[in-house]
């Protein structure tokens, strides 16, 4: 399903984590586990599959910073997709670390042995995430049907590509599909309806709350020039060979610790641009780095929306999804800094 949901990282994560999340219990999964499942088939599949949101993105911004010419900024990004290590060596991981090719080490373990043993998938400490979302189970009398799952899935995907992959209009028309639907087919009464509704939203409070909290933090670093100050640190000691490694090591520290993916590759590009130009450098390879290093810092970070949306969806903590992660993500990092390290080189 997180190959499936491709077209943006937030629908990914959102719509997985909350329909796997019983199913995995029933197998003696714990919620981190689920929750790095779904992390981590989340952004790197929507940055490595170029239908998606990251590519009309970030296809944007790179015509628009001279990188590519005019119409061509997607395919420049395609172009990049093979030299994107981080994504592809997150996606790899995934299937080594569930058919246990590599054991389980970390915290990750812990939470897995505690599953598995004590059959407590959920980690202490986040049973109030179930309470808040219990509204979500299904009566006793309900009768399920697999397209009462599937339609409502496959027309947030169509229509967030048939609106320019406008995600949140996607959201609108299926949610406007789904209220119709189930009032006609009388699968809920309409006090039904909209009390789910009410309750969908006070789920997500928590949620939100963390976000702001987030973006609040990635504006005062913003207006502080933390970007622009560790790029000019380190702008001396670049080399053409060493660009790559540089920007991707520097710029995933400063998209880890701001908790921002997208907002520092904006800041960002403009100076990768500048400098892989003046230096000769592949900027094919440059692009792969720059966007490697967006999506660690979405995909490790403690307090980065996709850590606090898959947490919430898959039912623990955003510290206790990011906590188990953390090692697997710098696992991935490390293979990533070394390939772009080799690379440059060749």
Not at 246 to 252: A, D, Q, R
Request: hydrophobic share 55%; charged share 10%.
């Amino acid at each position: 399903m997180g190959i499936i949901l491709f077209v943006d990282d937030y629908l990914n994560s959102l719509a997985v984590g909350t329909s796997m999340r019983k199913v995995t219990d029933r197998f003696k999964t714990s919620r981190e586990m689920l929750a790095y499942v779904v992390d981590s088939t989340a952004a790197p599949i929507s940055v490595l599959i170029p239908i998606s949101t990251w590519a009309v993105f970030f296809g944007a911004l790179l015509e628009s910073n001279g990188v590519a010419e005019d119409g061509q900024g997607v395919w420049t990004y395609i172009q990049a997709i093979p030299f994107m290590f981080y994504p592809w060596v997150a996606v790899i991981l995934v299937p080594l670390f569930i058919l246990r090719w590599i054991p389980a080490f970390g915290p990750m373990k812990k939470a897995e042995q505690r599953a598995e043993k004590q059959g407590q998938c959920v980690p202490p400490g986040a049973e109030h995430i179930d309470d808040e979302i219990a509204h979500l189970e299904a009566d006793t009398h309900a009768k399920g049907s697999i397209w009462s799952f599937l339609l409502p899935m496959a027309s947030l995907a169509f229509f967030t590509w048939w609106f320019d992959l406008d995600f949140l209009m996607g959201i609108f028309v299926t949610l406007a599909g789904m209220i119709v639907a189930f009032i006609g087919f009388k699968k809920l009464s309409p006090s039904q309806t909209f009390d789910n509704i009410l309750e969908g939203f006070k789920s997500m409070l928590d949620a939100l709350a963390v976000l702001v909290a987030a973006f609040l933090f990635n504006e005062v670093n913003t207006s502080l020039g933390l970007a622009d100050y560790v790029i000019t640190t380190v702008e001396p000691l670049v080399s053409a060979e060493m660009l790559p490694f540089i920007i991707f090591t520097v710029m995933g520290f400063v998209s880890f610790a701001t908790g921002s993916n997208w907002g520092v590759f904006v800041i960002i590009l403009p100076i990768v641009a500048v400098l892989g130009q003046n230096l000769g450098a592949d900027m094919t390879l440059v692009i792969g780095a720059t966007l490697s290093a967006s999506t660690f810092g979405s995909h490790a970070c403690f307090y980065s929306d996709a850590t606090v949306l898959t947490a919430q969806a898959s039912g623990c903590t955003p510290f206790q999804h990011a906590f188990t992660q953390l090692p697997y993500a710098a696992l991935a990092g490390c293979i990533a800094a070394a390939g772009y390290l080799v690379l440059g080189y060749m």
